[in-house]
């Protein structure tokens, strides 16, 4: 279940971004695995945030919130270092980053290296150290984090019928963060599996979407006006 879902994840992220670009899904299916490496996926990511942050100093936006669930929930936690930092201040302004006020993260995979001795790890192409290097909770990666986004908040999420180890990696990041400083709530969401924990949030009363408002300091009357 791990490995399957979040390779999927993956490749769909990728296979979307391509098709985008040249408007050939077919051609792009039957090359995925000889181009898509996971390093690729985060330079791409950084790219898409980048244009993001643009696009929100360009309307006024009072601020940004990274979200991802699963495999999109450790591409947002890697995309989080010091070339996106960068990256923005020579994109946009010295002060782009602080446009980017938190991220939300739910039921997200920290640690890569168990996929590598799974089949999975044939699309993705991933050494032990590669995995290593493109993991959340990699020391230099957090060290990273705590040097460039030190006022992010952070909204870490988990699913009582995910699998033990989406659980078991979301409790250790949250635990990680927070050592570091950051303001971080760990939800642990009952009674929904690794897909419901996100297609609830369509529904207004779902615990997690009051949660979430709740932990980024965001007025629930407000948000809900907005959204109508």
């Known amino acids: 279940m791990l490995q ?21 899904r077919s051609y792009c299916l039957k090359i995925l695995l000889i181009l898509v490496s996971m390093q690729e996926i ?6 898409s945030i980048v244009a993001i942050v643009r696009m929100a100093v ?5 601020g940004v919130y990274l979200s991802g669930h699963s495999a999109g929930a450790h591409l947002v936690a890697r995309a989080l270092d010091a070339d996106l930092r960068q990256n923005l201040s020579s994109a946009i302004s ?7 006020k938190g991220a939300i993260l739910f ?4 640690d890569l290296r168990p996929l590598t001795f799974t089949s999975e790890n044939v699309a993705l192409r991933m050494t032990l150290s590669s995995a290593w290097n ?7 990666n957090l060290e990273q984090l705590a040097a460039h986004w030190h006022h992010l908040r952070f909204v870490v999420a988990v699913a009582e019928h ?11 990041y949250h635990q990680l963060i927070s050592g570091l400083g950051f303001t971080s709530k760990y939800v642990d969401c009952q009674v929904v599996d690794h897909f419901d924990i996100v297609e609830n949030l369509q529904e207004h009363e779902y615990s997690l979407t009051k949660e979430i408002l709740d932990a980024l300091g965001l ?4 948000t809900a006006k907005s959204l109508h």
């Not at 879902?5 to 408007?23: E, I, P, Q």
């Not at 360009?58 to 009072?62: A, F, I």
Request: with cysteine; hydrophobic share 30%; charged share 25%.
């Open 42 to 47: 985060v330079v791409q990511v950084k790219e």
């Open 134 to 140: 493109l993991s959340p909770t990699n020391q230099t």
């Open 4 to 24: 399957k879902t979040l390779t999927v994840c993956w490749r769909m992220l990728y296979c979307t971004v391509y098709d985008v670009a040249c408007n050939c």
């Open 219 to 222: 007025n629930r009357n407000e």
């Open 162 to 172: 995910d699998s033990p180890e989406f659980r078991l990696q979301s409790e250790k």
């Open 58 to 62: 360009q309307t006024k936006s009072r």
């Open 107 to 110: 039921s997200g995979i920290y």
């Open 94 to 100: 010295r002060d782009a980053a602080d446009v980017i």
